[in-house]
């Protein structure tokens, strides 16, 4: 699973961002890389609803990689189930 | 919600409208881009009606076109992403600062808007948080769909 989600944030970030997805390191602050905080809040709205899940804005500020998001997303599909 | 008014119950659904002068007063847009008539429905945190009358005085009918008045789709735009900012400002605890500058934008339109159309901006409530807000927006003209889309809009925070 974490190789699903961490290949669907890669594809997601690198659309936002303008990126190739081969350039992008999974634990890189995406902030370096040039994305800002309305790019963060579609990438949480997209996860939401690709997997139904509820994610609070206090989590917004640990979407500082795609590992870190990664780990958000895991454990919140790991309380759902 | 205080510059919002009661003026109709329907069964037990209470309706709150706002007028021109209220939208003003939430709104910071000015003439020629307040793209918001008047709100016919309002739900803090889930939904917003709004209206936009297009008459054939509009600025944009100058050039767009000067043979065939067709109100642009850059404005419509606009004013779903106002509609969004209202119901966003209207969902906020008192003294946030609103979401009103547009960060993206997914867009269709699929019907031509002319003078003496009646734009009904439909928002619903994607996600709202502090720094910014994601609102789904469908237009209709006479329950006839003419747009569509979902509209991200930040506070002006920055990350």
Redesign the interface.
Known sequence: MRDEVTALLKSEVARMIELPEESIDDSVHLAELGMDSLQALQLLVLIERTYQLEIGEEELQCFTSINAIAEVVLSRMAVAS | MSAASVVSVASSAVTETLGFEQVRSILSHRFPFLMIDRVTDIQPGKRLVALKHITGNELCFLGHFPDRAIFPGVLILEAMAQSVSLLDSLSREPGSPPAKFL??ATAQFVAPVVPGDSLQIETLL??Q????V?GSVHVNVQGKRVARGEI?L?TG???
Do not use: A, H, Y
């Open positions: 960060g993206n994607v996600k948080m502090q720094r910014g994601i991200t930040g925070e920055s990350i």
